[in-house]
């Protein structure tokens, strides 16, 4: 009933910034949470950022001082902005929510970084 749909990934030289955005659709009432997530070929998916139950944001700390997460709650997305890139950003990006007591994914986009 609710589908999440990424975009703004791609391939950026180090040091340069993307805006990763996930749009929400469907059955949405509220939306208790939200976050993002990553995954590097041979790694585990972490954390990168995402919203706690008091309503704080947690950054994983690779990420503190160069990415950001907002939401436009009109148009039910949430965006992640990328800076200072750096090689080991590259990944998997995943947006989730908690939407109504029930999570979901998106599908993942990749970012790719280079040197």
């Known amino acids: 009933q609710v589908q999440l749909v990424e975009s703004g990934g791609g391939l950026v030289q180090a040091g340069g910034s993307l805006r990763l955005a996930c749009a929400a659709s469907g059955s949405i009432g509220t939306i208790n949470a939200m976050g993002w997530y990553r995954q590097a070929p041979g790694k585990q998916r972490e954390l990168v950022a995402a919203?706690?139950?008091?309503?704080?944001?947690n950054y994983a700390d690779s990420t503190k001082g160069r990415f950001t997460i907002s939401r436009d709650n009109a148009k039910n997305t949430g965006y992640l902005q990328m800076n200072s890139l750096k090689p080991e950003d590259t990944g998997v990006y995943y947006c989730?929510?908690?939407?109504?007591?029930?999570?979901?994914w998106g599908q993942g986009t990749q970012v790719t970084v280079s040197s």
């Open positions: 919203t706690l139950h008091d309503g704080s944001i």
């Open positions: 989730t929510a908690k939407v109504d007591g029930r999570d979901y």
